[in-house]
């Protein structure tokens, strides 16, 4: 049956449009853009010696991945749940861009020859090694700071000030984020070669810094949110326990249907914009030469499309259920991860995305929409932390070790420039990550036989 959908305040619109997009840039940078900064810029120009004796360049992404997700778990368990403990979420989030602000634009100083002045090193192994190992250790501070106050206290924040009638429209405003987010950085990367890394990292460390501050004066924690009762460390376990699992079986089952999804997604993610230029030839500063009026004028009017079509479909969700959303949009996702297996070309590779990343984008709606609504109240921050275990830790853990586990098996490698041979990701990685999202469907039939997506609205009962 159709529901009047609840609506909310401009003053929240915008708080939720700034830091979900500022966060989601912010994101994009590490998850895009620190793989090409090891790649571009402290692996380029070192010698085939230096690359054999240190850490092979693939398996040092795997290692940052994996290590962003294990420090982000523990860092939005930490805040999320201190966050319940004090009723506050407006300091946890302005403290915590201002400080991810500050650290993101500090890679801007790491380099190799930093390093050696640093360090006093002259081996080139050693200097290839340490450079690696600092990104990697600066990678999870900025994770630190990010899952603080996006993750953790953003995330709560959300979830307080949203209802079971209009969440499937937040998550659809905010599922546009992260793709807002992947286009600007990948507009502003072509500008990498002219003003250089270190300054791209100054200028989004500062935006990131700036919506901090902005929060300071826009921000307004849920008038008498519920604080968790109980002692601080008990808390920190209290999904872990069974009669807790027991008594919120749909919440943990979205958890799992959306961890098989994120675990899909991270089998390739990591890897494709390596892929795009070194396998197959894509160069963005070509395309963005070639680009006409027409071209620019065809992009908007796409983008809009996308836009409109989307926050329709989240409007739909809150109105006629989540459930009839869910199926079709598995099936996109895998076959479109199918079909860009067989790309030949980045233009190719761009079509067979659009179900791909149609199907994972209507189904994260679904699923994310779920997680709010099947949350406990007063556990809400606490939950965050059990939330970036299935949503963070595993996919980014499982995704990219199955990602690099099948690329070594087609053993893809180029040679750079410089004459070093180096590995590279192969076109097998979209066919295990849909074979991955296939079974997105064992979750989603388990939440069916307890009742489905149907949720009363802790607000007024209503469902």
Excluded: H
């Amino acid at each position: 049956m159709a529901e009047k959908t609840e609506k909310l305040g401009g003053r929240i619109w915008f708080n939720i449009i700034l830091f979900g997009l500022v966060g989601q840039l912010a994101w994009a940078v590490e998850n895009m853009f620190f793989n090409t900064f090891l790649y571009n810029s402290i692996y380029k120009g070192a010698t085939q010696s230096a690359v054999d004796g240190s850490i092979d360049v693939m398996s040092a992404i795997n290692l940052m991945v994996a290590a962003s997700a294990a420090t982000a778990v523990v860092a939005t368990f930490l805040a999320g749940t201190l966050s319940d403990k004090l009723g506050r979420r407006k300091a946890f989030i302005c403290a915590g861009y201002i400080l991810w602000g500050l650290v993101t634009a500090s890679f801007g100083a790491i380099s190799r020859d930093n390093t050696a002045a640093l360090f006093g090193l002259t081996d080139e192994v050693r200097i290839l090694t340490v450079t690696v190992s600092i990104v990697i250790v600066m990678d999870c501070v900025m994770t630190v700071m990010g899952s603080v106050g996006n993750d953790a206290a953003f995330n709560s924040w959300v979830t307080d000030v949203s209802s079971a009638r209009n969440r499937a429209t937040v998550e659809s405003v905010l599922s546009l984020l992260p793709i807002f987010g992947t286009v600007a950085i990948m507009g502003l990367s072509g500008a990498v070669g002219g003003i250089g890394y270190d300054l791209f990292f100054y200028i989004l460390g500062g935006l990131v810094l700036l919506c901090g501050v902005v929060g300071l004066f826009t921000l307004r924690d849920k008038a008498q949110m519920v604080k968790t009762q109980g002692n601080y460390f008990q808390n920190l376990i209290y999904g872990f326990r069974p009669r807790v699992i027991r008594e919120n079986k749909r919440l943990y089952l979205a958890f799992c249907a959306a961890c098989i999804s994120s675990t899909a997604f991270q089998v390739f993610f990591p890897y494709i914009f390596i892929y795009l230029g070194n396998v197959l030839n894509f160069s963005l500063d070509s395309v963005l030469a070639s680009l006409t009026p027409g071209l620019l004028a065809a992009a908007a009017a796409a983008i809009v499309a996308v836009v409109v079509l989307l926050v329709c479909m989240g409007r739909l969700m809150d109105r006629f259920g989540k459930e009839k959303f869910v199926w079709i949009s598995i099936l996109l996702y895998a076959a479109g991860l199918v079909a860009a297996g067989f790309a030949k070309s980045a233009a190719v590779l761009l079509v067979c995305a659009v179900p791909a990343l149609g199907g994972w984008a209507l189904l994260s709606i679904a699923v994310n929409a779920s997680v709010r609504d099947f949350m406990p109240a007063d556990k809400v921050g606490a939950f965050q932390g059990i939330r970036m275990l299935f949503f963070v830790l595993v996919p980014m853990v499982v995704g990219p070790y199955i990602g690099n586990l099948v690329c070594r098996v087609s053993e893809v490698t180029y040679t750079n420039e410089y004459g070093v041979v180096t590995s590279a990701p192969g076109n097998v990685m979209f066919y295990a990550a849909a074979a991955v999202a296939v079974f997105v469907f064992v979750p989603i039939l388990f939440l069916r036989r307890y009742g489905g997506f149907a949720v009363k609205d802790r607000a007024d009962g209503k469902e």
